[in-house]
């Protein structure tokens, strides 16, 4: 398999640098991609860098994971348009434990010479004194040339400027380059397109201090048709870790994709070969409202980084969602499980304790939440046998309604007509 062009007819790749492509295929070579551990899970946003370290491996070659246990303390500017908080050394442990166990999910570690390895830069600049660090490495880059990169010269330009910090970024990420080519024969870094000025100065680094050569690959930055930026949202990011977003909303993610996007991404985030993936084309062109597309890439997505566990009971989920599936379905899921599903709809809160001794159906759809806006229209639409609890329908206004009705101990499932979901959480 050639690496570059699977990147190539996937719509991957962005920029390379020549004689990476003739490199690569003379045999094995290994590269690396670097992950800031700024949160303890990686998101959607991360996943074009993870299935490109998957095709390189595919490949032949040897893939390494640097997890920026160094980096995440200072904070990479590219593409940012102010400096982001710094986290302390207990956090920063804890995201890359984590970050580590997600990357394992993906990677294989145990195939031989092309075995994927993990490195963290914190474990060779934590002796690098910052005197040494600028006469080793300052001295070999001028700030002319740093000051050239886009990510540098646009924060300049913006109100909010950049700190000495944030500068050096490109220094310390040259740093890991230079420290992986000369003692992991690592010739190769690869990272999104926002990242190619970074790259470059490594390479630059490595010409410039020991007289070597190292080689830069670039993907593309995903976005989505109508142009906003993929998978990472200034409101909420979709996460790898179920406990950040369920694997139910991880599918519908995946399945609300449009069908210009769909089309996109199932070349980029599945490992269907190309035939396959032009059948399903095909099928879906003939028939769109089926959206083969996105079933295909919603299925595939969620049990590689969840399972298939999690994608049948997120299509349960769905199901349930859509009135086939019955209420004892609640029974499987698990608090946070249940709260995923219900993310979108109206949550109220009422009290467990008021709950034991029981509320009538108008008070508790009208008084202690505002399913409805008033008792008397949640009794007239209860009279009209448009109102259901737990999918059962509420006979009259003075039903009593108590904590026996709870499903796992602490929901009521509230619907107005077939579609409109408000979820009761007793506490």
């Known amino acids: ?28 070579a290994s590269g690396y991609i670097g992950f800031d551990p700024t949160a303890d899970s990686l998101h959607v946003g991360h996943l074009t860098q993870i299935m490109t370290l998957i095709h390189f491996q595919r490949a032949g070659h040897k893939p390494y994971a640097l997890v920026g246990g160094a980096t995440g303390m200072v904070g990479d500017p590219s593409g940012k348009s102010a400096e982001r908080n710094l986290l302390s050394e207990d956090v920063l442990q804890h995201n890359l434990e984590s970050v580590k166990t997600q990357l394992q999910k993906f990677l294989d570690f145990n195939t031989g010479a092309n075995s994927a390895q993990m490195v963290n830069n914190y474990d060779w600049f934590k002796n690098f004194t910052f005197l040494d660090f600028i006469r080793d490495v300052g001295k070999h880059i001028t700030v002319n040339y740093m000051m050239a990169k886009d990510s540098v010269k646009k924060r300049l330009e913006g109100d909010t400027g950049m700190s000495f910090t944030e500068f050096t970024y490109q220094l310390v990420q040259g740093y890991d380059f230079y420290y992986l080519w000369k003692n992991n024969n690592c010739v190769l870094q690869m990272g999104g397109s926002d990242q190619w000025g970074n790259i470059v100065t490594g390479t630059e680094f490595i010409r410039r201090k020991d007289g070597g050569e190292a080689f830069a690959l670039t993907t593309q930055l995903i976005k989505k048709a109508d142009g906003t930026k993929f998978g990472k949202t200034e409101s909420g990011a979709v996460w790898l ?5 369920t694997p139910y909303q991880f599918y519908q993610f995946w399945l609300n994709t449009t069908d210009v996007d769909a089309k996109a991404y199932i070349r980029i985030f599945t490992l269907f070969e190309r035939d396959v993936i032009e059948a399903l084309e095909a099928e879906h062109e003939v028939a769109p409202h089926t959206r083969t597309l996105q079933k295909a890439l919603a299925k595939d997505i969620t049990i590689r980084v969840h399972s298939e566990a999690d994608y049948e009971k997120a299509i349960k989920s769905s199901e349930f969602l859509f009135g086939s599936t019955g209420i004892e379905f609640l029974n499987e899921l698990n608090d946070e499980e249940v709260l995923g599903l219900f993310g979108g709809v109206p949550n109220f809160t009422v009290s467990k304790s008021e709950l034991a001794d029981g509320i009538t159906a108008a008070d508790l759809l009208a008084g ?52 409109n979901y408000f979820l009761i959480i007793a506490e």
């Open 368 to 419: 202690k939440t505002a399913v409805f806006p008033s008792k008397t229209e949640a009794k007239k639409t209860i009279q009209g046998g448009g109102v259901s609890i737990n999918r059962n329908k509420i006979g009259t206004a003075d039903d009593v309604y108590n904590t026996s009705h709870l499903i796992n101990s602490k929901f009521l499932v509230a619907q107005k007509g077939k579609k």
């Open 241 to 245: 870790d179920p406990a950040r977003t």
């Open 1 to 28: 398999m050639n690496f570059v062009e699977e990147l190539r007819w996937r719509g991957m790749l962005h920029d390379i640098m020549p004689g990476t492509e003739e490199l690569l295929n003379k045999g094995m």
